[in-house]
């Protein structure tokens, strides 16, 4: 069965204070590796896709890795801002399109 | 702008009574999928569509229908038969090599 966790359910971190969330998966075939920020009572917003082990993508604070079982999403010196629900998704090899998602890390940033 | 609208963003619905969810979107995308999302777990999948008259069950799929008439449309019908219908429900669209756009959102409450 395919499966996706992340790791921490949730952080708590100071501004400044850089760390990594964690998205550990086990799929039969993987497509692509999504991540996604969602706040609180809104639809999920797109931040990378990573297709294969080795690839790395940036956007401002943030910083997606993968290798062969997990990704990484490290936040650099984040902001009150960044604080966010991450969620990580994989597609597996199938013919649709479907992703399978974890049940995500709560990050609070504090002041 | 292109994407994707889900309304209402809040429906309230009695013990016994069917409802329906709106997602209608102008990205013209082949594939459209609905999600729940309750605390503390990931999104579910409950229905999916490839195509405009063909849609697929996901994972949680009893209690709830769905039609497919038009490409831009994909309204999610609970009916009286799903016993725990208060959620977050997601609606989402893709094409082939693009990650998901997702709605803003329907938070049902049972009443």
């Known amino acids: 069965e395919d499966q996706v966790t992340q790791s921490p359910e949730a952080l708590r971190l100071q501004e400044g204070e850089s760390s990594s969330l964690n998205c550990s998966y086990t799929?039969?075939?993987?497509?692509?590796l999504f991540w996604y920020r969602q706040d609180p009572g809104k639809g999920p917003e797109f931040l990378f896709t990573?297709?294969?082990a080795g690839e790395e993508k940036e956007k401002e604070r943030l910083k997606a890795t993968l290798t062969k079982k997990e990704s990484f999403l490290h936040i650099t010196a984040p902001k009150p801002e960044d604080s966010a629900t991450y969620l990580c998704a994989v597609q597996v090899r199938e013919g649709a399109q479907k992703l399978v998602f974890g049940q995500g890390t709560r990050l609070t940033i504090n002041p | 702008d292109g994407g994707i609208t889900q309304s209402p963003k809040y429906l309230f619905r009695k013990e016994g009574q069917n409802v329906t969810l709106s997602c209608e979107q102008n990205?013209?995308?082949?594939?459209m999928y609905w999600y729940r999302q309750d605390p503390g777990q990931g999104l579910r999948l409950i229905y999916y569509s490839q195509i405009v008259n063909d849609f697929q069950k996901g994972d949680i799929a009893e209690g709830y229908s769905v039609s497919r008439e038009k490409k831009e449309s994909f309204p999610l019908t609970v009916t009286s038969a799903q016993k725990n219908p208060t959620a977050f429900y997601l609606c989402?669209?893709?094409?082939?090599?693009?990650?998901?756009?997702f709605g803003s959102g329907t938070r049902l409450t049972v009443v």
């Open positions: 990573l297709y294969s």
């Open positions: 989402a669209s893709s094409n082939r090599g693009t990650g998901y756009t």
């Open positions: 799929v039969s075939g993987l497509r692509g």
């Open positions: 990205l013209n995308h082949d594939a």
